[in-house]
T-cell receptor
Framework: GQNIDQPTEMTATEGAIVQINCTYQ??????LFWYQQHAGEAPTFLSY????GLEEKGRFSSFLSRSKGYSYLLLKELQMKDSASYLC????????????FGAGTRLAVHP | NAGVTQTPKFRILKIGQSMTLQCTQD?????MYWYRQDPGMGLKLIYYSVGAGITDKGEVPNGYNVSRSTTEDFPLRLELAAPSQTSVYFCASSYAGTSTDTQYFGPGTRLTVL
């Protein structure tokens, strides 16, 4: 079967660094996506990892370890506008469900 | 480009009523998807389409129907609304249907069935 776990909620302080973890179990793994979703809005694409290692995009970085079934999203220099839910999604080969989403981590950034 | 647009933004239905949620994309994407998002849960795939005239069931298709007469439009139909269909519905599209292809989401339709 498939399973994606991420923390339900996190809080952090403006200017700090936060790491949001995601663990997964799935067959036919073909990459891991991170999406950002502000309250009441659509998910928007943040990053994609298919090989092990770190991908950096400005203040956001995403890491993948396929052998451990583990990814994290690292947010640096937090800003208030980073308060949102962060969805981990696993890409799968074959079948209709090409993208399996976790429940999301709600991040609250405080001054 | 408007991207993916959805109407309406909000809707309240009574049990047993029917409605159609509209979705349009202007990116010439082949693949389109309908998801529902319940509080505290991940997005669940309802139906998807690989091109005009071709649709298929996702993980939670019961109670819904779709059609794809054009590349741009992918409406979702609820025939007999039930309280269990209270959710936020997102339409998405991607150029290809591979698992590595980025999906672009519409703003969502918040549906309440009373």
């Amino acid at each position: 079967g498939q399973n994606i776990d991420q923390p339900t909620e996190m809080t952090a302080t403006e200017g700090a660094i936060v790491q949001i973890n995601c663990t997964y179990q799935t067959s036919g793994f073909n990459g891991l996506f991170w999406y950002q979703q502000h309250a009441g809005e659509a998910p928007t694409f943040l990053s994609y990892n298919v090989l092990d290692g770190l991908e950096e995009k400005g203040r956001f970085s995403s890491f993948l370890s396929r052998s451990k079934g583990y990814s994290y999203l690292l947010l640096k220099e937090l800003q208030m506008k980073d308060s949102a839910s962060y969805l981990c999604a696993v890409g799968r080969l074959g079948g209709y469900n090409k993208l399996i989403f976790g429940a999301g981590t709600r991040l609250a950034v405080h001054p | 480009n408007a991207g993916v647009t959805q109407t309406p933004k909000f809707r309240i239905l009574k049990i047993g009523q029917s409605m159609t949620l509209q979705c349009t994309q202007d990116m010439n994407h082949n693949y389109m998807y309908w998801y529902r998002q319940d509080p505290g849960m991940g997005l669940k795939l309802i139906y998807y389409s690989v091109g005009a005239g071709i649709t298929d069931k996702g993980e939670v298709p019961n109670g819904y129907n779709v059609s794809r007469s054009t590349t741009e439009d992918f409406p979702l139909r609820l025939e007999l609304a039930a309280p269990s269909q209270t959710s936020v519905y997102f339409c998405a599209s991607s150029y290809a249907g591979t698992s590595t292809d980025t999906q672009y989401f519409g703003p969502g339709t918040r549906l309440t069935v009373l």
